[in-house]
């Protein structure tokens, strides 16, 4: 017979053992109460308790005449216990119940244990036979049953005949199989907080990266319609994600401010969009009004005297992914290139007015004027101030002017004050001098007025007016069109010949006989 380890009264099970050959199969009754089998109770413990006791084989035989085993001798301070139940590792073995044939010890007397079920409130009260040192009534519990082994209680991944220890998969499927209402609880729990997190934060935290990681372009955006306070709005721009994105953006109000700062001064409404891939974003037409006049005036002025510029964009809403809602914020600051103070303003033709028209117009030609931004500006009717050398000479007015990107052709008519250029003749040709000898003169022009629809716009008189112009005329082109406008004016000159050979001269003499050294 094999010899039990010895676990003393009151010792904590732990997970440090294993059952090795569960093979016994007797079973269990109570006088006047059939029970179950012994295997199956057994089979209940080990599944609820593996980290208590794994392995259980008898340590006695017991035949078909219910004769109790001899007990056997006991060494000095060793208890024997043929086997054990426990329900969890917390309890100790002096609460658990306790079969004590080998002992003769009776267990604890017939009592109920909170929290446990019908099956283990009961404990037998066990009187101890004087003859077999058993109690009587664990005798009569004994029925006939094929139990030929001992009890041996070895510790985990302790290597027997023929055995292999347990592996941790093995185990961790025994603890699963054990406790599944627990790992369900546990995954419920866990699949409660994770869908919370998903659809309250992850989800909406993800949209808001890729907005925020997202370039909104302006392809093109125009200022139609000026009024003194209101303005009309076009933009067409893109924004552009990966196609496994698809959202729905609800309607919102895009302000527009300068960079750094959170005065607003102008709004234009954008419509719901589904935002996939490449998706265009159009507003059209859109009447504004202007929100603050100073902001706005600083803004048309970074846009027409700086190369860059810069404006940004904010907006507010929900974005839905299905039915995922989730609230964006939008805050772009765009870089966009500006007229730069209309660099590359020229004069291409001239033509004097003889006599002048009733306006008092005298000289008329064509101006480029360059636009190197994204934007359109309707202008209405432009006047500008003429200036030689600092001195106001005259002025330049075009009707309807639209400055759309790229260079813009535009009539001028002007009314020169040829009486005042003879008057201040010699501070102009000092000034004009160096330019002469290059072969053109120098105009400075600047902003007089801008009337729409017989309306001032102030805030781009408040732009273009102080802003000064420098166009380099070409004598030859200068002194043509002041022969062209004489040559349709008999008037003036008696002979055609002789105009036509003045004319020829101008053309062909190069910087009209004037050398670089002085004439």
């Known amino acids: 017979m094999k010899k039990s380890t010895p676990i003393s009264t009151g010792q904590q099970a732990t997970s440090d053992w294993h059952i090795e050959n569960p093979t016994a199969t007797p079973t269990y009754s109570r006088q006047g ?71 003769g010890d009776p267990p604890p007397a017939r009592k109920k244990m909170k929290g446990r079920t019908s099956r283990y409130k009961y404990i037998p009260d066990v009187t101890k036979n ?65 869908l919370i997190l998903l659809f309250i934060v992850i989800i909406p935290a993800s ?50 401010t300068r960079p750094g700062s959170t005065i607003v001064y102008t709004q234009v409404s954008l419509p719901e969009l589904h935002i996939k891939g490449n ?43 299905g039915k995922i809602r989730a609230h964006v914020n939008l805050n772009k600051n765009l870089e966009l290139t500006g007229l730069n103070k209309l660099s590359g303003f020229s004069i291409v033709t001239t033509q004097l007015v003889v006599p002048s028209d009733p306006d008092g117009t005298n000289l008329v030609g064509t101006a480029i004027i360059p636009n190197h931004s994204v934007f359109s500006f309707e202008m209405g009717n432009l006047t500008l101030n003429l200036m030689l ?67 001032h716009i102030y805030y781009y008189e408040q732009v273009l007016n102080p802003l000064n112009i420098t166009v380099m005329l070409p004598l030859k082109t200068l002194f043509a069109g002041i022969l062209q406008g004489l040559e349709n004016t008999s008037k003036v000159l008696d002979s055609r010949r002789d105009n036509d050979s003045l004319r020829d001269w101008v053309l062909n003499t190069p910087n009209f006989g004037i050398s670089k050294e002085g004439p």
């Open 207 to 256: 949209i808001q990266r890729i907005v925020n990681d997202t370039n909104l372009p302006i392809h093109s955006a125009m200022l139609l319609n000026p009024q003194p306070n209101s303005v009309q709005v076009s933009i067409n721009s893109s924004i552009k994600v990966t196609n496994a994105f698809s959202a729905r953006l609800k309607p919102m109000n895009l302000s527009f």
């Open 389 to 455: 050398g600092g001195i106001v000479v005259g002025i330049a007015s075009s009707n309807d002017v639209f400055i759309s990107p790229g260079n813009n052709t535009v009539p001028l008519r002007s009314s020169v004050d040829f009486s005042k250029v003879l008057a201040n003749a010699r501070t102009i040709l000092a000034s004009q001098a160096s330019s002469i000898k290059e072969g053109y003169i120098t105009i400075q022009a600047s902003g007089n007025s801008t009337v729409y629809n017989g309306e």
């Open 130 to 194: 004087e003859d077999t040192g058993y109690g009587n009534s664990d005798t009569k519990r004994l029925l006939p049953g094929p139990i030929h082994s001992t009890i041996t209680i070895v510790p985990n991944n302790t290597k027997r005949e023929g055995k292999d220890p347990k592996t941790t998969w093995a185990i961790l499927r025994q603890h699963t199989r054990r406790y599944w209402h627990w790992y369900l609880l546990g995954l419920v729990v866990f699949l409660t907080i994770f």
């Open 33 to 103: 109460r059939q029970g179950g089998s012994f295997r199956s109770r057994l089979d209940e413990v080990f599944l609820r308790n593996q980290e208590s006791i794994d392995e259980i084989d008898f340590g006695f035989p017991v035949d078909s005449n219910l004769t109790p085993p001899q007990r056997p001798q006991e060494e000095p301070g060793d208890t024997l216990y043929p086997f054990t139940f426990v329900r969890s590792p917390d309890v100790t073995l002096q609460r658990a119940k306790t079969f004590s044939a080998l002992t």
């Open 279 to 321: 998706t265009e974003i159009s507003v059209q037409n859109q009447t504004t009004p202007i929100v603050n006049m100073t902001a706005w005036v600083e803004f048309l002025k970074s846009a027409v005297y700086s190369d860059k510029f810069a404006l940004t964009v904010r907006g507010q809403t929900d974005a839905y992914l």
